[in-house]
């Protein structure tokens, strides 16, 4: 199921509908976009006390939306998916269902102005070498997460070229800030710590992009309204790569906690993913503010009380 609020909205404010309110971004997101006068309508598959049926289960239509919510619908970022990073059998009839009628829902909104699709750097190939990663870039979608993903981007496109639907994808590296997101590599190792358990590191280096949940939401309030965002595939990272040994080694030693192993297995392979931001850069005029090298001592610090 899905629902969504619709207190109090203003006959002449902005208004924004999130599908998947309830995930780490969407929340971070509601909250800014509040800051930033426009009103915004929570939806999630989640029951929540208090909230409006928007969608069935079987996700066959959108149709039951009140027509007065309608009417306020400026933008619609979708960040909600039906899976997992890890599965990787694709039900593909239920998300190219819920994707066509999605787009198909969004199309008869009359003041619509964008739809941003949140997709991930994970679709892509990862780089042998410190190349930064461009939109243009070889994916690998092997798992269904990634399918899913891919999907979304291909109908979207479909739906802006012949639908003239303003939508733009984002494919962000990986989001972080404070509280820190569950099931991410600095959340587990605070975590271990924590329960005094042994750390892994990999035999060879990986390296990640990481962005801060600020600086995301700051990109997608600034991609909102120009019209030389529509139609177009966007990398949103930092554009700075940190080595996941280095990161963990240095929350270890900061803490003085020495339980680290190196895993025994040598058919490990390099791992890069650092993203060229160039693109988002140029096109309106935004670049991170927060950069992890400074940002973890303050994650160190807040972290350090629950221990």
């Given at each position: 199921?899905?629902?969504?609020?619709?207190?109090?909205?203003?006959?002449?404010?902005?208004?924004?509908?999130?599908?998947?309110?309830?995930?780490?971004?969407?929340?971070?997101?509601?909250?800014?976009?509040?800051?930033?006068?426009?009103?915004?309508?929570?939806?999630?598959?989640?029951?929540?006390?208090?909230?409006?049926?928007?969608?069935p289960h079987n996700i066959k239509t959108?149709?039951?939306?009140?027509?007065?919510?309608?009417?306020?619908?400026?933008?619609?970022?979708?960040?909600?998916?039906?899976?997992?990073?890890?599965?990787?059998?694709?039900?593909?009839?239920?998300?190219?269902?819920?994707?066509?009628?999605?787009?198909?829902?969004?199309?008869?909104?009359?003041?619509?102005?964008?739809?941003?699709?949140?997709?991930?750097?994970?679709?892509?190939?990862?780089?042998?070498?410190?190349?930064?990663?461009?939109?243009?870039?070889?994916?690998?979608?092997?798992?269904?997460?990634?399918?899913?993903?891919?999907?979304?981007?291909?109908?979207?496109?479909?739906?802006?070229?012949?639908?003239?639907?303003?939508?733009?994808?984002?494919?962000?590296?990986n989001l972080y800030g404070l509280p820190?997101?569950?099931?991410?590599?600095?959340?587990?190792?605070?975590?271990?710590?924590?329960?005094?358990?042994?750390?892994?590191?990999?035999?060879?280096?990986?390296?990640?992009?990481?962005?801060?949940?600020?600086?995301?939401?700051?990109?997608?309030?600034?991609?909102?309204?120009?019209?030389?965002?529509?139609?177009?595939?966007?990398?949103?990272?930092?554009?700075?790569?940190?080595?996941?040994?280095?990161?963990?080694?240095?929350?270890?030693?900061?803490?003085?906690?020495?339980?680290?192993?190196?895993?025994?297995?040598?058919?490990?392979?390099?791992?890069?993913?650092?993203?060229?931001?160039?693109?988002?850069?140029?096109?309106?005029?935004?670049?991170?503010?927060?950069?992890?090298?400074?940002?973890?001592?303050?994650?160190?610090?807040?972290?350090?009380?629950?221990?």
């Amino acid at each position: 199921m899905t629902y969504i609020t619709s207190n109090n909205i203003k006959e002449k404010q902005e208004c924004a509908l999130i599908i998947g309110a309830t995930g780490y971004l969407g929340k971070k997101l509601a909250i800014y976009l509040n800051n930033k006068k426009i009103k915004v309508i929570k939806s999630s598959r989640k029951k929540i006390k208090n909230y409006l049926n928007i969608i069935p289960h079987n996700i066959k239509t959108f149709d039951n939306i009140n027509p007065k919510i309608k009417k306020k619908i400026n933008y619609i970022f979708y960040l909600g998916t039906n899976s997992n990073s890890q599965q990787k059998k694709i039900n593909f009839i239920k998300s190219f269902t819920e994707f066509k009628n999605f787009f198909n829902f969004a199309k008869e909104l009359q003041f619509l102005k964008k739809i941003v699709f949140i997709s991930s750097s994970i679709i892509y190939k990862s780089k042998r070498n410190k190349n930064k990663i461009s939109e243009l870039d070889a994916l690998n979608i092997n798992t269904f997460y990634k399918q899913e993903k891919f999907l979304g981007e291909v109908m979207g496109l479909f739906f802006h070229r012949f639908h003239r639907l303003p939508i733009a994808i984002i494919r962000f590296s990986n989001l972080y800030g404070l509280p820190l997101k569950q099931n991410t590599v600095m959340y587990d190792v605070f975590k271990k710590i924590k329960d005094k358990k042994k750390i892994f590191l990999d035999r060879i280096s990986n390296i990640k992009d990481f962005l801060h949940v600020d600086d995301a939401c700051s990109a997608l309030f600034k991609i909102l309204r120009p019209s030389s965002t529509s139609g177009k595939i966007f990398n949103i990272g930092s554009g700075v790569g940190t080595d996941i040994n280095f990161l963990i080694r240095f929350i270890a030693k900061s803490l003085c906690y020495d339980n680290l192993f190196i895993k025994n297995n040598t058919k490990l392979k390099k791992n890069i993913y650092i993203l060229n931001i160039n693109k988002i850069k140029k096109t309106i005029n935004w670049k991170p503010s927060i950069y992890l090298k400074k940002e973890i001592i303050n994650i160190i610090k807040y972290e350090k009380k629950f221990l």
